[in-house]
Protein backbone atom coordinates (compact mmCIF):
# COMPACT_ATOMS: atom_id res chain seq x y z
CA UNK A 1 0.00 0.00 0.00
CA UNK A 2 1.06 3.77 -0.76
CA UNK A 3 -0.01 5.33 2.32
CA UNK A 4 -1.30 3.45 5.27
CA UNK A 5 -4.50 4.98 7.53
CA UNK A 6 -5.13 5.20 11.19
CA UNK A 7 -8.83 3.86 11.26
CA UNK A 8 -10.96 4.18 14.62
CA UNK A 9 -13.37 2.08 15.74
CA UNK A 10 -15.37 3.81 18.78
CA UNK A 11 -18.75 4.13 20.20
CA UNK A 12 -21.12 2.28 22.68
CA UNK A 13 -22.39 -0.13 20.29
CA UNK A 14 -21.24 -4.10 20.14
CA UNK A 15 -18.55 -4.71 16.83
CA UNK A 16 -15.70 -2.68 17.62
CA UNK A 17 -12.94 -5.54 18.02
CA UNK A 18 -15.20 -7.79 15.59
CA UNK A 19 -14.30 -4.74 13.22
CA UNK A 20 -10.88 -5.10 14.01
CA UNK A 21 -10.53 -9.04 13.67
CA UNK A 22 -12.80 -8.80 10.69
CA UNK A 23 -10.03 -6.30 9.09
CA UNK A 24 -6.97 -8.22 10.39
CA UNK A 25 -8.35 -11.38 8.72
CA UNK A 26 -9.59 -9.55 5.47
CA UNK A 27 -5.92 -7.96 5.22
CA UNK A 28 -4.30 -11.25 6.12
CA UNK A 29 -6.36 -12.45 3.17
CA UNK A 30 -5.08 -10.41 0.90
CA UNK A 31 -1.25 -11.00 1.67
CA UNK A 32 -0.76 -8.03 4.01
CA UNK A 33 1.21 -8.93 7.44
CA UNK A 34 -0.62 -7.98 10.22
CA UNK A 35 0.52 -7.44 13.84
CA UNK A 36 -2.88 -7.73 16.37
CA UNK A 37 -2.45 -6.28 19.91
CA UNK A 38 -5.05 -5.64 22.85
CA UNK A 39 -4.99 -3.85 25.59
CA UNK A 40 -7.24 -4.21 28.71
CA UNK A 41 -9.78 -6.71 27.61
CA UNK A 42 -10.58 -9.82 30.58
CA UNK A 43 -11.64 -12.81 28.30
CA UNK A 44 -10.62 -16.18 27.45
CA UNK A 45 -9.05 -16.08 24.02
CA UNK A 46 -10.34 -18.45 21.75
CA UNK A 47 -10.48 -15.56 18.70
CA UNK A 48 -6.94 -14.82 19.66
CA UNK A 49 -5.33 -18.37 19.30
CA UNK A 50 -7.35 -18.51 15.72
CA UNK A 51 -5.88 -15.51 14.69
CA UNK A 52 -2.27 -16.83 16.18
CA UNK A 53 -2.52 -20.08 13.74
CA UNK A 54 -3.20 -17.61 10.64
CA UNK A 55 0.19 -17.54 9.19
CA UNK A 56 0.14 -13.65 7.92
CA UNK A 57 -1.29 -12.60 11.78
CA UNK A 58 1.06 -12.30 14.98
CA UNK A 59 -1.08 -11.45 17.91
CA UNK A 60 1.24 -10.02 20.98
CA UNK A 61 -1.21 -9.49 24.41
CA UNK A 62 -0.73 -9.95 28.07
CA UNK A 63 -2.21 -13.69 29.22
CA UNK A 64 -3.27 -11.97 32.17
CA UNK A 65 -6.10 -10.35 33.19
CA UNK A 66 -6.90 -7.28 36.09
CA UNK A 67 -10.15 -6.96 36.03
CA UNK A 68 -11.65 -3.73 35.89
CA UNK A 69 -8.81 -0.94 35.80
CA UNK A 70 -10.92 1.79 37.30
CA UNK A 71 -11.38 -0.68 40.25
CA UNK A 72 -8.11 -1.69 41.35
CA UNK A 73 -5.59 -0.21 43.97
CA UNK A 74 -3.51 2.82 43.62
CA UNK A 75 -0.54 0.11 43.72
CA UNK A 76 -2.10 -2.18 41.88
CA UNK A 77 -2.62 0.26 38.93
CA UNK A 78 1.11 1.07 39.37
CA UNK A 79 1.68 -2.54 38.56
CA UNK A 80 -0.87 -2.58 35.70
CA UNK A 81 1.18 0.79 34.02
CA UNK A 82 3.86 -0.73 34.02
CA UNK A 83 3.05 -4.39 32.81
CA UNK A 84 1.30 -2.50 29.68
CA UNK A 85 3.94 -0.42 29.03
CA UNK A 86 6.58 -3.51 28.50
CA UNK A 87 3.54 -4.83 25.68
CA UNK A 88 3.91 -1.01 24.50
CA UNK A 89 7.31 -1.11 24.37
CA UNK A 90 6.94 -4.52 22.37
CA UNK A 91 4.94 -3.27 19.82
CA UNK A 92 6.89 -0.36 18.88
CA UNK A 93 9.87 -2.73 18.54
CA UNK A 94 7.73 -5.18 16.28
CA UNK A 95 6.78 -2.28 14.08
CA UNK A 96 10.18 -1.19 13.43
CA UNK A 97 11.69 -4.18 12.40
CA UNK A 98 9.27 -2.89 9.19
CA UNK A 99 7.59 -6.72 8.65
CA UNK A 100 4.08 -5.29 9.33
CA UNK A 101 1.46 -3.57 6.86
CA UNK A 102 -1.29 -3.90 9.96
CA UNK A 103 -1.76 -2.64 13.00
CA UNK A 104 -3.97 -3.50 15.21
CA UNK A 105 -4.54 -1.88 18.72
CA UNK A 106 -7.20 -3.33 20.29
CA UNK A 107 -8.77 -1.27 23.59
CA UNK A 108 -6.35 1.41 22.46
CA UNK A 109 -8.88 4.38 24.04
CA UNK A 110 -8.76 2.71 27.14
CA UNK A 111 -4.91 1.79 27.32
CA UNK A 112 -4.64 5.90 26.18
CA UNK A 113 -7.31 6.87 29.16
CA UNK A 114 -5.69 5.47 32.28
CA UNK A 115 -1.88 5.76 30.60
CA UNK A 116 -1.21 2.61 30.27
CA UNK A 117 0.54 3.78 27.17
CA UNK A 118 2.44 6.97 27.37
CA UNK A 119 -0.04 9.89 26.20
CA UNK A 120 2.90 11.80 24.18
CA UNK A 121 4.26 8.84 23.17
CA UNK A 122 1.42 7.45 21.84
CA UNK A 123 0.99 10.67 19.51
CA UNK A 124 4.16 10.51 18.60
CA UNK A 125 4.13 7.02 17.42
CA UNK A 126 0.73 7.62 15.09
CA UNK A 127 2.14 11.18 13.97
CA UNK A 128 5.29 9.60 12.64
CA UNK A 129 3.87 6.20 11.79
CA UNK A 130 5.51 4.04 8.87
CA UNK A 131 4.05 5.64 6.17
CA UNK A 132 2.85 2.48 4.67
CA UNK A 133 1.87 1.06 7.87
CA UNK A 134 -2.44 1.08 8.29
CA UNK A 135 -3.16 1.29 11.84
CA UNK A 136 -6.60 0.17 13.61
CA UNK A 137 -7.69 1.05 16.92
CA UNK A 138 -10.84 0.42 19.07
CA UNK A 139 -12.48 1.79 22.18
CA UNK A 140 -15.21 4.20 23.37
CA UNK A 141 -15.13 8.02 23.79
CA UNK A 142 -12.06 8.63 21.61
CA UNK A 143 -9.98 11.45 22.77
CA UNK A 144 -10.16 14.77 20.29
CA UNK A 145 -6.70 14.47 19.12
CA UNK A 146 -6.95 10.91 18.27
CA UNK A 147 -9.75 11.60 15.76
CA UNK A 148 -8.08 14.06 14.44
CA UNK A 149 -5.18 12.52 13.23
CA UNK A 150 -7.25 9.53 11.91
CA UNK A 151 -8.55 9.62 8.34
CA UNK A 152 -11.67 6.59 9.16
CA UNK A 153 -13.48 7.26 12.25
CA UNK A 154 -16.61 4.27 12.26
CA UNK A 155 -18.68 5.16 15.09
CA UNK A 156 -20.57 2.01 16.12
CA UNK A 157 -24.32 2.74 17.79
CA UNK A 158 -26.15 0.93 20.09
CA UNK A 159 -29.87 0.66 18.61
CA UNK A 160 -30.71 -2.32 20.40
CA UNK A 161 -28.95 -4.56 22.80
CA UNK A 162 -29.80 -7.64 24.40
CA UNK A 163 -28.09 -6.20 27.74
CA UNK A 164 -31.03 -4.21 27.96
CA UNK A 165 -33.26 -7.39 28.17
CA UNK A 166 -30.99 -9.10 31.05
CA UNK A 167 -29.26 -11.09 28.47
CA UNK A 168 -25.61 -11.23 29.74
CA UNK A 169 -22.65 -11.97 28.01
CA UNK A 170 -22.05 -15.31 26.23
CA UNK A 171 -18.50 -16.68 25.70
CA UNK A 172 -17.97 -17.32 21.87
CA UNK A 173 -20.53 -14.29 20.82
CA UNK A 174 -19.88 -11.44 23.15
CA UNK A 175 -16.33 -12.57 24.24
CA UNK B 1 -25.80 -21.97 23.74
CA UNK B 2 -29.59 -21.34 25.14
CA UNK B 3 -30.65 -18.88 23.12
CA UNK B 4 -29.66 -17.97 19.77
CA UNK B 5 -30.09 -14.03 19.20
CA UNK B 6 -30.47 -12.01 16.12
CA UNK B 7 -27.89 -9.14 15.53
CA UNK B 8 -28.15 -6.81 12.36
CA UNK B 9 -24.91 -4.37 11.76
CA UNK B 10 -25.96 -1.59 9.59
CA UNK B 11 -25.03 2.10 9.04
CA UNK B 12 -23.17 3.89 6.22
CA UNK B 13 -19.48 3.67 8.08
CA UNK B 14 -16.95 1.37 7.59
CA UNK B 15 -16.86 -1.94 9.18
CA UNK B 16 -20.17 -4.04 8.86
CA UNK B 17 -18.62 -6.46 7.06
CA UNK B 18 -15.79 -7.11 9.27
CA UNK B 19 -17.78 -6.64 12.36
CA UNK B 20 -19.82 -10.24 10.41
CA UNK B 21 -16.18 -11.65 10.02
CA UNK B 22 -14.40 -10.93 13.56
CA UNK B 23 -17.83 -12.52 14.99
CA UNK B 24 -17.05 -15.61 13.06
CA UNK B 25 -13.54 -15.74 14.20
CA UNK B 26 -14.64 -15.35 17.89
CA UNK B 27 -17.64 -18.27 17.56
CA UNK B 28 -15.17 -20.70 15.91
CA UNK B 29 -12.29 -19.90 18.38
CA UNK B 30 -14.98 -20.50 21.27
CA UNK B 31 -15.93 -23.92 19.52
CA UNK B 32 -19.19 -22.92 17.99
CA UNK B 33 -19.76 -24.06 13.95
CA UNK B 34 -20.19 -21.35 11.60
CA UNK B 35 -22.00 -21.05 8.47
CA UNK B 36 -20.59 -18.13 6.75
CA UNK B 37 -23.06 -16.63 3.65
CA UNK B 38 -22.59 -13.79 1.30
CA UNK B 39 -24.73 -11.66 -0.96
CA UNK B 40 -23.91 -8.97 -3.71
CA UNK B 41 -20.65 -8.71 -3.14
CA UNK B 42 -18.04 -7.90 -5.81
CA UNK B 43 -14.46 -8.71 -4.74
CA UNK B 44 -11.95 -10.81 -4.57
CA UNK B 45 -12.42 -13.31 -1.52
CA UNK B 46 -9.06 -13.90 0.51
CA UNK B 47 -10.71 -13.09 3.76
CA UNK B 48 -13.20 -15.82 2.81
CA UNK B 49 -10.22 -18.32 2.08
CA UNK B 50 -9.02 -17.67 4.96
CA UNK B 51 -12.44 -18.41 6.90
CA UNK B 52 -12.80 -21.58 4.35
CA UNK B 53 -9.62 -22.86 6.25
CA UNK B 54 -10.86 -22.72 9.85
CA UNK B 55 -12.52 -25.73 10.30
CA UNK B 56 -15.01 -24.33 12.34
CA UNK B 57 -16.54 -22.35 9.69
CA UNK B 58 -18.12 -22.91 6.35
CA UNK B 59 -18.22 -20.55 3.65
CA UNK B 60 -21.08 -20.47 0.99
CA UNK B 61 -20.96 -17.70 -1.31
CA UNK B 62 -21.21 -17.08 -4.92
CA UNK B 63 -17.95 -17.08 -7.10
CA UNK B 64 -19.29 -15.05 -10.12
CA UNK B 65 -19.90 -11.10 -8.99
CA UNK B 66 -22.33 -9.28 -11.20
CA UNK B 67 -21.70 -5.28 -10.26
CA UNK B 68 -24.66 -3.38 -8.97
CA UNK B 69 -27.35 -4.86 -8.80
CA UNK B 70 -29.54 -1.32 -9.16
CA UNK B 71 -27.25 -1.02 -13.20
CA UNK B 72 -28.36 -4.34 -14.55
CA UNK B 73 -31.15 -5.11 -17.46
CA UNK B 74 -34.02 -6.66 -16.13
CA UNK B 75 -33.25 -9.61 -18.09
CA UNK B 76 -30.16 -10.06 -16.08
CA UNK B 77 -31.95 -9.14 -12.43
CA UNK B 78 -33.79 -12.04 -13.18
CA UNK B 79 -30.86 -13.96 -13.59
CA UNK B 80 -29.01 -12.75 -10.64
CA UNK B 81 -32.34 -13.42 -8.27
CA UNK B 82 -32.37 -17.06 -10.32
CA UNK B 83 -28.93 -17.71 -8.88
CA UNK B 84 -28.85 -16.05 -5.52
CA UNK B 85 -32.52 -18.09 -5.03
CA UNK B 86 -30.15 -20.91 -5.20
CA UNK B 87 -27.88 -19.74 -2.56
CA UNK B 88 -30.75 -19.26 -0.08
CA UNK B 89 -32.13 -22.68 -0.77
CA UNK B 90 -28.46 -23.84 0.10
CA UNK B 91 -28.38 -21.91 3.36
CA UNK B 92 -31.64 -23.10 4.19
CA UNK B 93 -30.78 -26.63 3.54
CA UNK B 94 -27.42 -26.16 5.76
CA UNK B 95 -29.26 -24.82 8.60
CA UNK B 96 -31.76 -27.64 8.34
CA UNK B 97 -28.70 -30.10 9.19
CA UNK B 98 -28.60 -28.49 12.40
CA UNK B 99 -24.89 -28.60 12.30
CA UNK B 100 -24.68 -24.74 12.92
CA UNK B 101 -24.40 -22.72 15.89
CA UNK B 102 -24.00 -19.33 14.03
CA UNK B 103 -25.31 -18.08 10.72
CA UNK B 104 -23.73 -15.21 8.62
CA UNK B 105 -25.71 -13.80 5.54
CA UNK B 106 -23.51 -10.70 4.62
CA UNK B 107 -25.38 -8.06 2.71
CA UNK B 108 -28.79 -10.11 3.65
CA UNK B 109 -30.15 -6.11 3.47
CA UNK B 110 -29.44 -5.64 -0.07
CA UNK B 111 -30.59 -9.62 -0.85
CA UNK B 112 -33.74 -8.53 0.77
CA UNK B 113 -34.31 -5.48 -0.45
CA UNK B 114 -33.91 -6.30 -4.60
CA UNK B 115 -35.48 -9.54 -3.57
CA UNK B 116 -33.00 -11.81 -3.95
CA UNK B 117 -34.38 -13.58 -0.62
CA UNK B 118 -37.85 -13.67 -1.41
CA UNK B 119 -38.92 -11.72 1.60
CA UNK B 120 -42.08 -13.09 3.06
CA UNK B 121 -39.66 -16.91 2.83
CA UNK B 122 -36.82 -14.86 4.77
CA UNK B 123 -38.67 -13.30 7.47
CA UNK B 124 -40.83 -16.74 8.34
CA UNK B 125 -36.85 -18.54 8.43
CA UNK B 126 -36.22 -15.48 11.08
CA UNK B 127 -38.92 -15.97 12.96
CA UNK B 128 -39.12 -19.84 12.96
CA UNK B 129 -35.03 -20.27 13.37
CA UNK B 130 -33.71 -23.01 15.49
CA UNK B 131 -33.83 -21.61 18.91
CA UNK B 132 -29.89 -22.47 19.66
CA UNK B 133 -29.22 -20.57 16.43
CA UNK B 134 -27.29 -17.03 16.66
CA UNK B 135 -27.75 -15.21 12.94
CA UNK B 136 -25.92 -12.00 11.75
CA UNK B 137 -27.05 -9.63 9.34
CA UNK B 138 -25.47 -6.89 7.47
CA UNK B 139 -25.94 -4.43 5.32
CA UNK B 140 -27.66 -0.97 4.63
CA UNK B 141 -31.14 0.37 5.74
CA UNK B 142 -32.55 -2.69 7.31
CA UNK B 143 -36.05 -2.89 6.64
CA UNK B 144 -38.15 -1.92 9.81
CA UNK B 145 -39.49 -5.46 10.20
CA UNK B 146 -36.18 -7.05 10.15
CA UNK B 147 -35.01 -4.21 12.89
CA UNK B 148 -37.92 -5.26 15.08
CA UNK B 149 -37.28 -8.90 14.96
CA UNK B 150 -33.63 -8.29 15.86
CA UNK B 151 -31.88 -8.38 19.24
CA UNK B 152 -29.15 -6.58 18.96
CA UNK B 153 -29.05 -3.84 16.43
CA UNK B 154 -25.54 -1.80 15.75
CA UNK B 155 -25.49 1.01 14.01
CA UNK B 156 -22.04 1.74 11.86
CA UNK B 157 -21.62 5.40 11.60
CA UNK B 158 -19.26 7.44 9.53
CA UNK B 159 -18.09 10.07 11.02
CA UNK B 160 -14.72 10.37 8.77
CA UNK B 161 -13.73 8.54 6.18
CA UNK B 162 -10.88 8.83 3.37
CA UNK B 163 -13.05 8.23 0.16
CA UNK B 164 -14.28 12.11 1.31
CA UNK B 165 -10.42 12.76 0.62
CA UNK B 166 -10.53 10.97 -2.60
CA UNK B 167 -8.39 7.91 -1.59
CA UNK B 168 -10.24 5.02 -2.84
CA UNK B 169 -11.02 1.12 -2.13
CA UNK B 170 -7.57 -0.26 -1.20
CA UNK B 171 -7.38 -4.06 -1.58
CA UNK B 172 -6.75 -6.40 1.75
CA UNK B 173 -8.63 -3.34 3.60
CA UNK B 174 -11.27 -2.09 2.30
CA UNK B 175 -12.27 -5.19 -0.09
Redesign the interface.
Known amino acids: ?E?G?I?I???D???K???????A????????KVLFTRFLKNE????????DD?SQIKVLHLEKSYGFFKNLSEEKKQEVRETYLQLWRAIELEILTGRY??LVIDEFMAAYKYDLIPKEEAIEFLEKKPKEL?IVLTGRNPDEKL?EL?????????????FD?G?YA????E?
Chains 1, 2 share one sequence.
Open positions: MQLHYCGGKGTSAAIGLVRAAGSGLSSGELAILINVEVADYVSEIKKVKHPQIRKGIY
